[in-house]
């Protein structure tokens, strides 16, 4: 079975500071690795994504690391605020079939 | 676009009956997807379609399980007979270039 593994399942950081979630994935078929935010009531959404072919992205305080030789894959959220606080789900596919496999998620909090 | 519209947001009823999950996809999507979220086994994905045919149904759970996407613009997943251990939010996604996007989901409550 495709996996992709995500730790930790839970996370707090101070306000300011860095949140750090992981993921490590399985399949080398895999070339597509996005990031979704999930508050309470709510689907989840995009936030972040990349392709193997570039080792990071950014978007605002939003930065994917991409380690393709490791297999790992990390969203890292500076200067994080209590508004960032959610359940954040890594994933990956394979752009042939758009299939998207879930990591288990990390409940973030961010408190003050 | 309003994005993905799942309907009903809440629905409870009573063990043995028919259930019936909607989804309006976001329009030029070819791909359409369902998902499960329960806390102990996180997001599940049940079916997907590309272009109105099913390509996997290998993650529906059983046989009371069912989906159909008639057209581009709709899509249904039905449970007959409910039971308790089907209560979970279902979530409707579609896709187009590997970008997906998420319905507010349904709440299924089987009592």
């Known amino acids: 079975q495709q996996q992709v593994k995500q730790s930790p399942q839970s996370l707090i950081v101070q306000k300011g500071g860095i949140s750090i979630i992981n993921c490590a994935y399985e399949?080398?078929?895999?070339?597509?690795f996005p990031w979704y935010q999930q508050f309470p009531g709510k689907g989840p959404a995009l936030l972040i994504a990349i392709r193997p072919d570039v080792s990071e992205k950014k978007e605002g305080r939003f930065t994917i690391s991409f380690n393709k030789s490791a297999k790992q894959f990390s969203l890292h959220i500076m200067d994080s605020q209590p508004g960032d606080s959610a359940t954040y789900f890594c994933?990956?596919?394979?752009?042939?079939?758009?299939?998207?496999?879930f990591g288990t998620g990390t409940r973030l909090t961010i408190i003050p | 676009d309003a994005g993905v519209i799942q309907s009903p947001r809440h629905e409870v009823t009573e063990m043995g009956q028919e259930v019936t999950l909607r989804c309006k996809p976001i329009s030029g999507h070819d791909y359409l997807f369902w998902y499960r979220q329960t806390m102990m086994r996180g997001l599940e994905l049940l079916i997907y379609f590309n272009n109105n045919v099913p390509i996997d149904d290998s993650g529906m759970p059983e046989d009371r399980f069912s989906a159909k996407m008639p057209n581009a613009s709709f899509s249904t997943l039905k449970i007959q007979p409910s039971e308790p251990r089907d209560s979970a939010v279902y979530f409707c996604a579609s896709s187009r270039q590997v970008r997906a996007f998420f319905g507010q989901g349904t709440r299924l409550t089987v009592v």
């Open positions: 994933a990956a596919s394979d752009f042939g079939n758009e299939k998207l496999t």
């Open positions: 399949n080398t078929a895999f070339d597509y």
